[in-house]
């Protein structure tokens, strides 16, 4: 029985799910750190800036002077140097859009600032005790890197960068000056930047467990639609077998004269009819029926049966039911008909009488079909699992359209079968 387009959507929406849920969470985290990245470099880019425009132009190394030309200052060179790679982090991590590639040019671009540092400033700042204005970079640089390079190359960065950092800014015109000051800058900044880099690596694998969990959520539930369906198809061939190629056996073997052999010709006819009907699946119906109307196709049904059943009507004139739990409710309460008709009387040429009756009715919010006699009953419990008449057609056909199904009998006691339906439970 092949899978209605419903089906084939639904396992369609699961699988795109579990592709957007592998990057679900991650995706938000690395907005998040990309929102706290701009906002670091916007303070201490604009906080370096002022210090730079507050630092004293410095004569350059006519070495320097040279490579760069006469005309141009190499302190401007050094500004956009540093200063344009920061607002390219700036941008894309506005945008969202290649932050990490940003990130890490001006990681690279940082370093090379430090090594020519000593050379521009002609080792003026090596040793004081005012602070040069690319330390207020320093932070910003490590976290650049945390965020644009593997974990493994972010701490070499970590550590690598303080510690070079350290050394430019002892050093001096005539060797090292103050070297306890850079050793502290440089274990500042490399304690500093470890925060970083451990922060973003737990945010980032904590992120990937979470897609993770939720794909396997997703593939499991996929899993448990699948069953679902698969058990679905399965009741219908089960109840389908039962209702119909089974009856129309039953009817070919008791078929004891020209009426009984046409009555069972009929009957196997629209078993072949079910049969070749099965492997279609019918357009969907919305319409409703009446508990009325169920009630009168219930009396049409009992007036084929070999015994007497007294059908009632106690349902309300307005209460309906969709079509599909119409169809179902009506084949169950049929299947328990035929159940009480061959089986409560007891034995063949039992004397015993036996009354049937059907009842359907309703509440506020829950329809009701109940089939009653005051028969031999029996054990719900003692029978065997491969009897498809009260598990498949009563009670998984009632299942399969969120409706509930109860068997109440007893050796002695008679039997009650009782079929119910909610809107609010099956939509639950």
Known sequence: MPASDSDLAVLASFEAGRRRSRVFTSTRVENMISLVLVIAVLVFGAQALVFAMMTPDLPAPRSVQRAVGESLDAGIILLVQVFVPLAAVVVTGLLRRGLRIAAGIFAVFYIGTLVIWPAYTSFQFGGQAGEPWIWYLLTVATACAAIAFPVVWAVAYTIGVPILFGLVRSIGPFGFRNIDVGILDALYGAIFGMVIVVLVAMFRQTARRVDAARDAALVRYDRAVRAHAIEAERVEVDALVHDNVLAALQAAERAAGAEAERAAVQIARHALTELREAGFEPADDESSVTLKEMAGRLRIAAQMM???????????????????????????????????????????????????????????????????DDGIGFDPDAVPTDRLGVRVSIVERMAAVGGASQVRSAPGDGTIVVLSWSAEEASA
């Open 306 to 372: 070999e015994h007497d059943f007294q059908v009632e009507s106690k349902a309300s004139a307005g209460a309906v039911v969709p079509q599909g739990v119409a169809n179902a409710m009506g084949l169950a309460a049929v299947q328990a008909m035929v159940n009480s008709a061959e089986h409560a009387g007891g034995p063949v040429g039992s004397p015993r009488s036996v009354s049937r009756r059907v009842v359907v009715s309703n509440t506020r919010t829950m329809a009701t079909i109940e089939v009653i």
